[in-house]
């Protein structure tokens, strides 16, 4: 597969996304697009862009201030640049698209009953918040639900994606260290139960699956 990297590094709202959009317009055949950028909000943006447009992309963040926002467009893409703009398709730069809001997995399964639906069940769920308009400011994982930060989770690309747009992933350390994960964390940060306390208790809403 061809890639393309789009260096928008140092660049602010909507010039990546102007960046993107011109590679895009250029490619013809099946193209792996991989942007590079240092703030948030880009990345945020460029979600959005991809999206909108149905393509496929995924967000990883490589270190503090660079980001990489990979987008694949098939070699029918082409015809982006073959339509005329619409206007919901010009580059607009959206707020920041993180709330106030906290999601506490305390479980690496959603519901009761059989454990095989439950993980099916918590995968989905932690793939949907990728989707929101309005993404939590935080994930707390605590109990089993360190299991789906750590090494073997089917859920670890989608808390990468949550990550690099500004989502904290936060691990519990007591949790990890009972499971014998602590040397298996692939996503996040470990924290205490005083900063899951106060991450909570600051919280305008708790979302609990």
Known sequence: MKKIK???MGDQCPIPVI???KALKEITETTLVEVHVDNEIAVQNLSKM????NLEYKCEKLEEQHYIIKIKAEAEGVSI???APAENDKEICY???KSSTVVVLSSNQMGNGSEELGQILMKGFIFALTELDELPSTVLLYNSGVKLSTEGSNSIEDL???QAQGVEILSCG???NYYDLTE???VGDVTNMYFILEKMSQADKIIRP
């Open 184 to 186: 298996k964390l692939q």
């Open 50 to 53: 991809a999206k909108q447009k």
């Open 95 to 97: 707020p920041d698209r």
């Open 160 to 162: 990468k994606t949550l």
């Open 6 to 8: 789009v260096d928008a």
């Open 81 to 83: 640049q073959q339509k």
């Open 19 to 21: 960046k993107t959009k």
């Open 174 to 176: 007591t949790c990890l």
